[in-house]
């Protein structure tokens, strides 16, 4: 088995050179993973659709730091119920929310002597309508010197529909690269042998650029990219 880039695996198959096996692996962006000999080709096809999200993943918490550890972890219980009834008012479903993390721990000036003790408690919460994304970003704010927003993140709520149009892109891109190749040695394409969906309808979510918002909002989602990788084996003919 030989790996060829795609420049040069044309060259051979144009060639005719497929009586032996010949191998094209996975390369950078642009060129095409083959594997074919007299019977078949398998080829591997990549299909990716953009999409908004529809949901935000906020982390955020509370931290005090007091002189002992009872008092430190006492006001950041009571803090986290100022912060969880916050989100709730601010339209937050309670089945949305989630503690993270409970932390307690001494803090040192000069160790091993203690000065403190700094307790936390965090919480995922899930925001299921963007259209209040900026009030309960503003619920963690008011809700005292004591709150943290750690970061936030956007979701595809439901996948399914653009996981759906990403297979179809990636068999159209399998079946497009097969016909080619097939064609380059004179061949014909056949009937579909196998279809294998890598990763199992992985949807991997790169950021890509900036979603219109309205004027009086600031949390923008952008767009998401779901992605699907198929290997499919063609007869040739």
Do not use: C
């Amino acid at each position: 088995m030989i790996t060829f880039r795609h420049a040069t695996a044309a060259a051979f198959l144009a060639a005719g050179l497929l009586s032996t096996p010949a191998a094209f692996a996975a390369t950078p962006a642009g060129y095409a993973g083959i594997v074919a000999d007299d019977a078949k080709i398998t080829v591997t096809g990549n299909g990716a659709v953009s999409a908004a999200p529809d949901r935000m993943r906020l982390q955020a918490g509370v931290e005090v730091r007091r002189a002992t550890a009872g008092a430190a972890f006492g006001d950041a219980r009571r803090a986290a119920a100022t912060l969880r009834t916050a989100l709730l008012n601010a339209g937050v479903g309670e089945d949305d929310l989630r503690t993270s993390e409970i932390s307690l721990g001494p803090e040192y000036d000069d160790y091993p002597k203690v000065a403190g003790y700094r307790a936390g408690q965090g919480v995922e919460v899930l925001v299921r309508d963007l259209d209040i994304a900026d009030r309960v970003v503003d619920a963690v704010a008011a809700a005292g010197e004591e709150a943290r927003l750690n970061g936030i993140s956007f979701e595809i709520g439901d996948p399914a529909t653009a996981l759906a149009a990403a297979r179809d892109a990636a068999f159209k891109d399998a079946e497009a690269k097969a016909r080619q190749y097939a064609a380059l040695t004179g061949r014909g394409l056949g009937r579909v042998l196998s279809v294998q969906e890598d990763g199992e309808g992985r949807a991997p979510i790169p950021f890509e650029g900036v979603h219109l918002m309205a004027a009086d909002k600031s949390i923008s989602p952008g767009r998401q990219s779901v992605g699907v990788n198929v290997r499919v084996v063609f007869e040739l003919r």
